[in-house]
């Protein structure tokens, strides 16, 4: 079992940046890549950025060049610094993390970008 907690979510106004953090607690030893998803009103669940065991990443393409996912292994937590944000970038973000083949999911926390 792993829970993960995230943090850092807000209001901000376009252009501003935030970081998220979502901090792992359980099997962490097992858990290969973590990832961070965002949920928009009446949008389905899309996948937001990613970061493998092997030190991998990857990104939508909606949010490169503007956020960056890293993890620090000594606190096993990962972050996403968000960086010109934009109203589109409202939506709960949702930290995610894969251990021995199963998808553990924290609660979200919600970012809100204004005009």
């Known amino acids: 079992q792993v829970q993960l907690v995230e943090s850092g979510g807000g209001l901000v106004q376009a252009g501003g940046s935030l970081r998220l953090s979502c901090a792992a607690s359980g099997s962490i030893f097992s858990i290969s890549t973590m990832a961070w998803y965002r949920q928009a009103p009446g949008k389905q669940r899309e996948l937001v950025a990613t970061?493998?065991?092997?030190?991998?990443?990857n990104y939508a393409f909606s949010v490169k060049g503007r956020f960056t996912i890293s993890r620090d292994n000594t606190k096993n937590t990962v972050y996403l610094q968000m960086n010109s944000l934009k109203p589109e970038d409202t939506a709960v973000y949702y930290c995610s993390a894969v251990s021995a083949a199963l998808v553990y999911w924290g609660q979200g926390t919600q970012v809100t970008v204004s005009s």
């Open positions: 970061s493998t065991s092997g030190g991998s990443t």
